[in-house]
């Protein structure tokens, strides 16, 4: 379990470098009047990193020394429908410090005691959208082994082997959407689009959800800062660096398209860009 919690803040991605500025996955369509849209941040946990600079830059333009990220998760509702879009850290590190060598990470609360504050259960998720295969990203996904599973299909060839996260989704008859080499309308009404952005992993994917108040884009770990973003750093253990570069271009032409609230998901300062739990932006 440690190995794959380290991998949780190490690997790949697969993006040509003319993928179209648009989702692929009929983004264009407007959200049915029906299905009213909310989304809700989860605390799946949080680091701190013993060297940010040599950990997540290639090309060493971060400041160096210690530095702290969070690992959020989302709750997209769709009307009565939910996507939990990634899982955080395992519940087995619930309430204490965990040196996993460049990383300590701690759990304060685990997703369902967060989910029964919102008088929800594991059974009443839909869809677990997993952005990437790391541990950091997947660590209580079989908590939820009722909902379909939402992943790239690299990632989750990938992830197989003795300490496989998605063991409940193995099985004849399971239900998984693989994305494989294209956006994916999750609801089918245009409204919550998983988008294919390769290099961190190679089946890494961020989300669009689409708000009545506006846009909002959820980066996975194409980012793990804000000075990742200004710099278009890439870490060093990424799974391709031109197929990141081409992400980071395709991203941000959507992002300016739809004039998303870019949220990256391990940056602390961008907590507040959602209202607090258990409030939901809608």
């Not at 993006?15 to 648009?22: E, I, K, R, T």
């Not at 605390?43 to 690992?71: M, W």
């Not at 081409?246 to 998901?265: G, N, P, T």
Request: charged letters at 20%.
């Amino acid at each position: 379990m440690e190995r794959m919690l380290i991998l949780g803040i190490v690997a790949a991605l697969t993006l040509s470098a003319g993928a179209s500025a648009q989702p692929r996955a009929s983004a264009s369509a407007q959200p049915r009047a029906s299905a009213s849209i909310g989304i809700v941040r989860l605390d799946c946990g949080n680091g701190t990193v013993k060297n940010f600079d040599a950990f997540f830059s290639d090309t060493h333009e971060y400041p160096a020394g210690p530095r702290v990220i969070t690992d959020s998760c989302y709750l997209v509702r769709h009307g009565s429908d939910y996507l939990l879009w990634d899982t955080g850290f395992p519940a087995a590190i619930k309430g204490k410090s965990n040196d996993m060598g460049a990383i300590v990470a701690r759990l304060d609360k685990t997703i369902p005691e967060q989910l029964a504050v919102l008088r929800l259960t594991p059974s009443d998720i839909d869809v677990v959208g997993i952005s990437h295969m790391h541990g950091d990203h997947v660590g209580q996904a079989a908590d939820f082994p009722g909902a379909k599973l939402l992943i790239g299909k690299k990632d989750l060839d990938l992830s197989k082997g003795p300490e496989d996260p998605f063991g409940p989704w193995r099985g004849a008859g399971a239900r998984v959407q693989p994305m494989d080499g294209g956006d994916v309308d999750v609801f089918g009404d245009g409204s919550v689009i998983a988008l294919n952005l390769p290099g961190h992993t190679p089946g890494h994917m961020a989300l669009l959800v689409k708000l009545a108040s506006g846009n909002v884009m959820l980066t996975g770990d194409l980012y793990h800062s804000t000075i990742a973003r200004q710099l278009k750093g890439v870490p060093p253990f990424n799974s391709s660096r031109a197929e990141t570069l081409a992400s980071i271009d395709r991203f941000e032409r959507l992002a300016r398209s739809y004039r998303a609230k870019v949220i990256i998901q391990h940056e602390p300062a961008d907590i507040v860009k959602l209202p607090a739990f258990p409030r939901e932006a809608r």
